[in-house]
Each structure stands twice: as C-alpha cells, then as structure tokens.
C-alpha cells in the first residue's frame, strides 16, 4: 500500500507543469529564508540565538523548506481547458478546478503539513529562545528538556510533511474524476 502509494506520488509529480515547478522552487526559498532568518540559521541583525546550531539542524531546515515548497505547490490550480469542447466536459462538474474537489484527505494533508511546519519552525530554534518554551519550562528547564526533544521534533516534523506531500502528490494522479492533465501524459 505504501509502495503504491509512492508510486501514484511519483506519478502526480510528473504531471506538474513548470508553473507548479516555479511555485515550488519560490515556496520552497521562501520557507528557507523565513525559517531560516528567525531561527538565525541565517545570520542577521534582527533576531540572536542564545545556543549555537547544532549539526542536523541545516538538514533539516533544508528538507523542511523543499517539503513545504512542494506542498504549496500542490495547491496551484492546474491549466485552464484549452478549448469549449473540454470546457462543457459533462463528466467534470461545475465550480471544480482542474485538480477536482477537495477531498476529506486533501483538508487532512493541509493539516499535517503545518503541523509538520510548526514542529519543524521549533525543531531548528534556539531552545532558550522559544518563548512558549522559555515560559513554560525557564532557561534551565528549556535546555534540559527541550533541547534533547529537538531531534524528535524534526523527525516528526519531516514525516509529516512528507506524508502530506504524498498525500495531496498521489491524488494529483488517481483522482477518481477524469484530469486534462493526466490523461494528456498518461
């Protein structure tokens, strides 16, 4: 089931248009750059880290901004019918886009995704930092049992990510409504 599932994300990648590829790219920067910049990943003059990076945390910053880069990018509608013959498609109903309606599991993906955003944002932070961690737990408590949660966090952050990713890829490919695009490439 997960192999097919792969499979069928693989698939829906093949089918992106270099507008979804650029969408990605500029998504994927863009989270990089935000991320990176409030976490002082990125040197800057508007926010300090109190502890230093550590190893992991440009991997995964890295593979957190590329993932959620694609995930945006799914969101971008595909292309419009190039002609009225496909435009009045009686198969297609009306006020869906060229990806199809929204499924339970495409509202579920959004959730994972920043969910797996979030996580990712306090995954690479500075422990002391957080503020929500700083007030719950003070400095000490925040690198004594904050800090060592850290890879937990990123791990959790990339998986569901990825799962979200998978998810909202695979549905680009089978979805169940007949797609201009797919059937254009298949």
Same mark, same amino acid.
Request: aromatic letters at 8%; charged letters at 15%.
């Given at each position: 089931m997960?192999?097919?599932?792969l499979?069928?994300?693989?698939?829906?990648?093949?089918? $992106?248009d270099r507008?979804?590829i650029g969408v990605?790219?500029?998504?994927?920067a863009?989270?990089a750059v935000? *991320?990176?910049l409030?976490?002082?990943l990125?040197?800057?003059?508007?926010?300090?880290?109190? *502890?230093p990076?550590? $190893?992991?945390?440009? %991997?995964? $910053?890295i593979?957190?901004?590329m993932?959620?880069g694609?995930?945006?990018a799914? &969101?971008?509608?595909?292309?419009?019918p190039? !002609?009225e013959?496909e435009?009045s498609?009686?198969?297609?109903? %009306?006020g869906e886009g060229?990806r199809?309606?929204?499924?339970a !599991?495409?509202?579920?993906?959004?959730?994972?995704?920043?969910? +797996?955003g979030?996580?990712? $944002?306090f995954?690479v +932070?500075?422990?002391v930092?957080?503020?929500?961690?700083?007030l719950?737990?003070? &400095?000490?408590?925040?690198l004594? &049992?904050?800090?060592?949660l =850290? %890879?937990l966090?990123?791990a959790?952050?990339v998986?569901?990510l990825l799962?979200?990713? *998978?998810?909202?890829?695979?549905g =680009?490919?089978s979805? %169940?409504?007949? !797609?201009?695009?797919?059937?254009?490439?298949?």
């Amino acid at each position: 089931m997960f192999v097919d599932a792969l499979r069928d994300a693989y698939r829906g990648l093949l089918l $992106w248009d270099r507008r979804r590829i650029g969408v990605a790219a500029a998504a994927a920067a863009g989270s990089a750059v935000i *991320i990176g910049l409030a976490t002082v990943l990125i040197p800057n003059a508007l926010f300090s880290r109190d *502890i230093p990076p550590v $190893w992991w945390d440009y %991997p995964v $910053w890295i593979l957190t901004a590329m993932l959620l880069g694609m995930l945006i990018a799914s &969101y971008v509608r595909g292309p419009a019918p190039d !002609s009225e013959e496909e435009a009045s498609d009686p198969d297609s109903a %009306p006020g869906e886009g060229a990806r199809g309606p929204e499924t339970a !599991s495409e509202g579920r993906s959004g959730v994972l995704g920043g969910v +797996g955003g979030m996580l990712g $944002w306090f995954a690479v +932070g500075c422990p002391v930092c957080n503020k929500i961690a700083l007030l719950a737990l003070g &400095y000490t408590g925040a690198l004594t &049992y904050f800090a060592p949660l =850290q %890879p937990l966090l990123a791990a959790a952050s990339v998986i569901l990510l990825l799962a979200a990713v *998978i998810t909202r890829l695979k549905g =680009q490919y089978s979805c %169940p409504l007949p !797609s201009r695009e797919r059937s254009a490439r298949s």
